[in-house]
């Protein structure tokens, strides 16, 4: 068995977290085009809408950055930008690493504040 030390069990493969993060995006992108209700008036489509906007803000198998594509923030696309470029750092070899998971812990709260608004905003939908 090849020597490992505590500090490669903890090293992070931030290529893949990247790829993992663009992919996900898409599928969010997708899904998210799919369930957008076309009449606003028929409810019953709202309802699921409001439903899975929430179920997705707070699903934590999602990458962090696809779920911040769910919220209404103004300042979702910078801070996906930011996320991407800070991983292309680290990818890099540039020590970013408290730069990423400050920019992480932004965006979960980010994105747990929206699923509380929505909740708030819609109980009729909840």
Known sequence: MPDTSLQDFKKVNWEQLRNTAAKDIELEQQRLDAITPKDPNDLTHWKA??????ARLENESVNIA????????????GMI??????????IK????EE?????????NAMVKSEARR?????PEFF
């Open 49 to 54: 809408y409001y439903q899975e906007r929430v």
């Open 99 to 107: 730069d990423f998971h400050v920019l992480e812990s932004m965006m």
């Open 118 to 122: 929505l909740r708030k905003e819609h």
């Open 81 to 90: 930008k930011r996320y991407f470029d800070v991983l292309d750092m680290l």
């Open 93 to 96: 070899g540039v020590n970013k």
């Open 66 to 77: 696809a779920r911040l594509f769910w919220t209404n923030r103004s300042e979702k696309a």
